[in-house]
């Protein structure tokens, strides 16, 4: 792709991984991995949302790879990972059971971190046999289970058919995105951030989200549109923490209060005010404490030895 897919100074550019890896998933998807931080360190697992990469966790590998061992994946048709005719959430499922398999020791776990539709993954791999030896405990970020479409507010007209069906229209768009321009970063504000996000913040999710083919965008879109995962949630029987922006258009905080009512094992709800959806680049700090007191409290160190299931 042409035009640059991240930032590449300040907070928010990627940093450089220890190591890269690939993780086939069961329809044999190579899913691109990498590996931040000290081998023997608790393991932190991140799962970004749609139209992201693991560019969007920048800032929290940043910070926590100074004492952790940071695993960062590309979703499927996301960054460096190909498209895949199988688009859904068990598609997502699988792949999160790759990843963890091939990155993490047998009897090791650690805390999973997922934002939006990388929340989704995580509560779609909830009964899974790998995910439920690997997870210590859980983080869900502006993200939801069900009714995606009829909730969002992005869209500024009352509730209701006509919103759910412009909604669906403006998600669902086949129209490339373009190149990053002043427009468009205002778009991409209004959509996915909250007011006072400053412009370095925007800047960075712009660049993550134009690289976004929109043959991939167009696709997941039409998941999401039909997602129902509220099985997902009852089965997520790990400790699991939940952040929302109150000013998150996509996924309101109407959503974070639905999932913390039916998990059975949630540990709190926090919600940032003034904060839109792309929670771990607007609020890196809170995000970033969540996890690292998750570690704290569920995981210990795990002497690490690199699974035969691992690729170059």
Avoid: N
């Avoid at 690490?304 to 691992?310: I, L, N, Y």
């Amino acid at each position: 792709m042409s035009r640059l897919t991240h930032v590449a100074s300040g907070p928010y550019a990627p940093p450089v991984a220890a190591r890269e890896l690939t993780a086939l998933s069961a329809d044999g998807t190579p899913l691109h991995v990498e590996v931040h931080g000290p081998e023997q360190a608790p393991a932190v697992v991140l799962a970004h949302g749609w139209t992201c990469s693991t560019a969007f966790w920048a800032a929290q590998i940043r910070e926590l790879a100074v004492d952790h061992r940071v695993i960062a994946y590309d979703q499927r048709g996301h960054g460096r990972t190909p498209a895949s005719p199988a688009c859904g959430t068990d598609a997502l499922a699988d792949d999160l059971e790759a990843v963890l398999a091939a990155t993490l020791a047998p009897g090791e776990r650690a805390v999973i971190a997922g934002h939006s539709m990388g929340g989704m993954t995580v509560m779609a791999a909830a009964g899974r046999p790998a995910f439920r030896a690997h997870a210590a405990a859980v983080l869900l970020c502006s993200t939801g289970s069900s009714r995606l479409v009829a909730e969002s507010t992005v869209l500024p007209i009352g509730p209701g058919r006509v919103r759910t069906w412009l909604t669906r229209r403006v998600l669902g768009s086949r129209a490339p995105l373009g190149p990053v321009t002043p427009l468009a970063r205002r778009i991409l504000k209004y959509a996915t951030m909250g007011p006072a996000s400053d412009p370095h913040m925007v800047e960075a999710c712009a660049r993550i989200v134009h690289a976004c083919p929109r043959t991939v965008r167009h696709a997941w879109s039409a998941v999401l549109d039909g997602l129902d995962l509220d099985h997902g949630v009852r089965e997520l029987r790990v400790p699991t923490e939940v952040v929302v922006g109150t000013a998150d258009r996509l996924t309101p905080p109407v959503h974070a209060r639905s999932l913390a009512a039916a998990l059975p094992r949630c540990t709190g709800v926090t919600e940032l005010p003034g904060i839109g959806h792309m929670t771990p680049v607007e609020a890196p700090g809170p995000v970033t404490g969540k996890i690292r007191d998750l570690v704290t409290t569920h995981v210990t160190a795990h002497t690490h030895a690199v699974p035969a299931e691992e690729s170059a």
